[in-house]
């Protein structure tokens, strides 16, 4: 129910724009988030945000850097990245809850994932 593309391969400084394709229903939840897991870590919290009332959220590591945004006609939610840092590498994953948390085990219907690579 949730599709991201944007992902590849950037020199450290650069940046890129994930986005996320949500069907209708999964669209019918509050709140989508954005998260990542690099190799051999455990998925973490990146950036949220409502789809009605925007108040973003983000992890401190990305804070300053990303910026998470949506198109609500779309149905898409955007991760712009600036700034990447070679510890942003990971796979990229959206989400969809219903409350306004950052805890990944109140997401669902999560996609598929598209790869970042930064390299220095």
């Known amino acids: 129910q949730l599709m991201e593309s944007g992902g590849g391969s950037v020199q450290a400084g650069g940046s890129l724009k994930l986005s996320c394709v949500a069907s209708?229903?999964?669209?019918?939840?509050?709140?989508i988030g954005w998260f990542r897991q690099a190799p051999g870590k455990e998925r973490e919290f990146v950036a949220l945000?409502?789809?009605?009332?925007?108040?973003?959220f983000y992890a401190d590591s990305v804070k300053g850097r990303f910026t998470i945004s949506r198109d609500n006609p779309k149905n898409t939610a955007y991760l712009q990245m600036d700034g990447l840092k070679e510890e942003d590498t990971a796979v990229y994953y959206c989400?969809?809850?219903?409350?306004?948390?950052?805890?990944?085990?109140?997401?669902?219907?999560w996609g598929q994932g598209t790869q970042v690579t930064v390299a220095s």
């Open positions: 989400a969809v809850a219903s409350q306004y948390t950052s805890d990944q085990r109140e997401y669902h219907s």
């Open positions: 209708a229903r999964a669209s019918s939840s509050s709140v």
């Open positions: 945000i409502r789809w009605r009332n925007y108040s973003p």
